[in-house]
């Protein structure tokens, strides 16, 4: 699978790029049942953005800082956007749920890598 994974890189994450795109754009976000889970949207800002990362490094595999500015610029983007999507609004702390999904991910590989450099 993960070799599958290396060598289909920019269509999953091009795949992944136009899903989470669709999600963040849609004129009436998702609802969750009746038992609203306090700030379950910063999860998943968090967690979609740890999705992303990890797709871009499989694609492209940019050095990291210029994955988190990508990263950290879409996100901005897509809040801009959502200002002007009737029933949706821009967020700062999504931005911050954003960055700090994608800085996870990177923080992920580092140690990852660390720990097999050891081995």
Do not use: C
Not at 84 to 93: L, T, Y
């Amino acid at each position: 699978m993960i070799e599958w994974l290396k060598g289909h890189g920019r269509l999953v994450f091009g795949l992944i790029f136009v899903v989470v795109s669709g999600l963040f754009l849609m004129q009436s976000p998702p609802t969750v049942s009746v038992n609203h889970i306090p700030h379950l949207d910063k999860l998943v800002h968090f967690a979609l953005f740890f999705v992303l990362a990890a797709s871009l490094h499989l694609a492209f595999a940019p050095p990291v800082w210029l994955g988190m500015l990508l990263l950290i610029a879409y996100g901005i983007t897509i809040e801009v956007i959502q200002h002007f999507i009737p029933g949706r609004g821009a967020e700062v702390m999504d931005v911050v749920a954003d960055t700090l999904g994608a800085g996870a991910f990177y923080a992920a590989l580092w140690g990852f890598r660390r720990l097999r450099s050891r081995a």
